[in-house]
């Protein structure tokens, strides 16, 4: 019974723009940020701006998470950033950023709309740039294949230093990796206690295949517990009277 009442509570104060980082994110996980961004600049050195493309193997692992996180990093680093939506199966940016998910990329891949002037929305509070995936197509690989899309992204990079593009798993479609001839490197996320490794090595065996770089991987969600604890600390008494209540005291643990 208290188990399923816990759970209910983190997903309950877990709203998304909490994922995001702020003045609020704790110190590791701004520390975090600011070195993956490190990595990635030096990862990918050289002039002109760069396209990062995330993946990961499966859903759910933090790919959308990373690639807005990053972008903020990056902002907070006064460079020019956009992060595209490229997942038009299951979008999530706008959503987890509390923007208008349409029109956006597929609209204008289906060439209804003008890109700069009506799809790129700024988002004053993260000093980011996005451009959503707009209405779910019927079918999203050819149109990101397309020489639209290539377009798109060397018109982007134009304007912006990094543009980041969050993709879907690379075991569950191949939108990602056939991208590979326009994205200069790929980070590939790996979240802590649910990424497979027979899925990882799959989505390498996929990358290698197809020429992809790979700049690295980021290990999302270690510590998380530390993380939820302080949360809880803070704002929710429920939680620690449930740690006290089933800790044992040291006099109970000797009687064992
Ligand atoms: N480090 C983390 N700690 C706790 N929750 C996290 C962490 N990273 C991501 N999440 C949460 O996990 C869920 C999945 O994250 P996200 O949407 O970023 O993954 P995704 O790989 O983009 O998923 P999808 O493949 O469905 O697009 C979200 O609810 C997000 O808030
Ligand atoms: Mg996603």
């Not at 707009?134 to 304007?159: A, C, F, H, W």
């Not at 991208?179 to 979240?191: A, E, K, P, Q």
Request: net charge positive; aromatic share 10%.
């Amino acid at each position: 019974m208290k188990m399923r009442k816990r759970k209910k509570n983190v997903q309950q104060i877990f709203d998304p723009k909490k994922m995001l980082l702020s003045e609020d994110s704790s110190f590791p996980v701004r520390e975090a940020y600011k070195s993956l961004r490190t990595n990635v600049m030096f990862t990918l050195p050289g002039g002109g701006s760069k396209c990062i493309g995330v993946v990961s193997a499966n859903r759910g692992e933090g790919k959308s998470t990373v690639a807005i996180n990053l972008a903020i990093s990056i902002s907070q680093a006064n460079k020019k950033v956009i992060v595209v939506d490229c997942d038009m199966r299951l979008p999530t940016i706008a959503a987890k950023i509390g923007i208008n998910g349409k029109p956006g990329l597929s609209n204008y891949l289906a060439g209804n709309e003008d890109v700069q002037s009506s799809l790129i929305q700024h988002v004053e509070e993260y000093g980011i740039d996005v451009l959503a995936s707009g209405d779910i197509p019927p079918d999203p690989t050819p149109l990101l294949i397309s020489e639209q899309m290539n377009g798109l992204v060397k018109l982007l990079k134009d304007y912006y230093d990094y543009v980041i593009l969050d993709f879907p798993p690379v075991t569950v479609v191949t939108d990602a990796v056939i991208m590979s001839g326009t994205v200069d490197g790929y980070l590939v996320v790996v979240r802590h206690g649910l990424s497979e490794f027979q899925k990882l090595k799959e989505t390498f065996r996929q990358m290698d295949f197809s020429d992809a770089k790979v700049l690295g991987v980021v290990y999302n969600g270690k510590g998380n517990r530390s993380h939820y604890s302080k949360y809880y600390r803070k704002n929710n008494h429920y939680y620690y009277y449930y740690d006290e209540y089933y800790q044992k005291s040291p006099s109970e643990s000797k009687s064992d």
